[in-house]
């Protein structure tokens, strides 16, 4: 399984086929077949241990923040999340790695589990506590866009940013907004975010 998750989880899109993990290994693929039956059951496998080291930090994170502020704790969260995310490939998983897909939704379903569940539950939970001025909704849905597409961007290369680095800017822009306040007289005034108020269809909207 080490062997295999260091052939799976390497650069590029390329499958791993059995025969290169039996030289890998140095071994036949008779052996390794008396341990899995087939390639999906071993994959199958490899990413169980992937996502149960994926859960294990982004459990450590939510711990190490507990009782801080949460815009801390939902930056915190995020940057682990999206280091793991990019640590696993779990992008190019989903998109293709693998040939499988069946593998491919695996993955899906693991990265919904393991980390957008529990975005989604933050972002509640910030909401129910009177902390969000936008709906956790529309938080969840362009923090998971931005993860998912930053890992699949050219921004790194393009900007000359590691992905740490792109990753922190990011979370930082979804946490606290991309324009700076405009100072008057000394004080900032800040806009706040414009949120339409729930919808009245009985109401008659004058023009």
């Keep these: 399984m080490e062997a295999a998750g260091r052939l799976f989880f390497a650069p590029g899109l390329a ?6 993990l039996a030289r890998e290994l140095g071994m036949s693929k008779k052996t390794i077949y008396r341990h899995f039956p087939d390639k999906r059951s ?3 496998a490899v990413l169980d241990r992937q996502f149960a080291a994926v859960e294990d930090t982004l459990l450590a994170a939510a711990e190490d923040t507990e009782g801080q502020p949460f815009d801390v704790r939902v930056q915190r969260f995020l940057v682990a999340a999206g280091t793991e995310l990019g640590r696993i490939g779990a992008a190019q998983l989903a998109t293709g790695r693998g040939g499988d897909a ?3 939704q695996y ?5 919904d589990t393991v980390i957008y569940r529990r975005i989604d539950e933050l972002f509640r939970l910030g909401h129910r506590e009177g902390l969000l ?3 956790p909704e529309l938080l969840f849905e362009i923090t998971r866009g931005a993860l998912e597409r930053l890992f699949t961007s050219r921004l ?3 900007l000359d940013w590691t992905a740490a680095e792109l990753l922190r800017a990011t979370v930082d822009t979804v946490l606290y907004g991309a324009i700076r306040p405009t100072r008057t007289g000394g004080e ?3 806009l706040g975010a414009a949120i339409p108020a729930a919808r009245d269809d009985d109401k008659e909207v004058n023009p």
């Design 42 to 44: 071993l994959l199958a």
């Design 107 to 111: 993955v899906e379903q693991r990265v």
């Design 133 to 135: 001025l936008a709906p």
């Design 15 to 20: 499958p791993v086929s059995m025969d290169e």
């Design 188 to 190: 900032d005034v800040r």
């Design 102 to 104: 069946m593998l491919r």
């Design 156 to 158: 790194p290369h393009d």
